[in-house]
Nanobody, 128 residues
Framework: QVQLVESGGGLVQAGGSLRLSCAAS????????MGWFRQAPGKEREFVAA????????YYEDSVKGRFTISRDNVKNTVYLQMNSLKPEDTAVYYC?????????????????????WGKGTLVTVSS
């Protein structure tokens, strides 16, 4: 069992930055590939970023490449999402999720359904 708790969301102006954190319970955090997803009002949950178990490999959705950075600390059992140059279209509830599947599966269509554990999300609102 892994419990995930997100934090760091809030209201920010366009062009600003936020850093999301996702703290995981349990002693097997490093066994899981981690992902960040987001869900805007009226839209489906979508992939944002993923990171491998060691942190050596990461993937990004095209619209956030160059602006967002995913990282993890396997000692602190935490995964982060640094978000820079935020845009109003980034407004959403952001969720972290864990999976025992290969990291590459996280970025595939429909991956959200296959994630093993989810946090409850943190709201990010970007004003124009």
């Amino acid at each position: 069992q892994v419990q995930l708790v997100e934090s760091g969301g809030g209201l920010v102006q366009a062009g600003g930055s936020l850093r999301l954190s996702c703290a995981a319970s349990g002693r097997t955090f490093s066994a899981y590939a981690m992902g960040w997803f987001r869900q805007a009002p009226g839209k489906e949950r979508e992939f944002v970023a993923a990171i491998s178990r060691s942190g050596g490999t990461s993937y990004y959705e095209d619209s956030v490449k160059g602006r967002f950075t995913i990282s993890r600390d396997n000692v602190k059992n935490t995964v982060y999402l640094q978000m820079n140059s935020l845009k109003p279209e980034d407004t959403a509830v952001y969720y972290c999720a864990a999976t025992l599947r290969p990291t590459t599966t996280i970025r595939m269509p429909g991956a959200a359904a296959g994630m093993d554990y989810w946090g409850k999300g943190t709201l990010v609102t970007v004003s124009s």
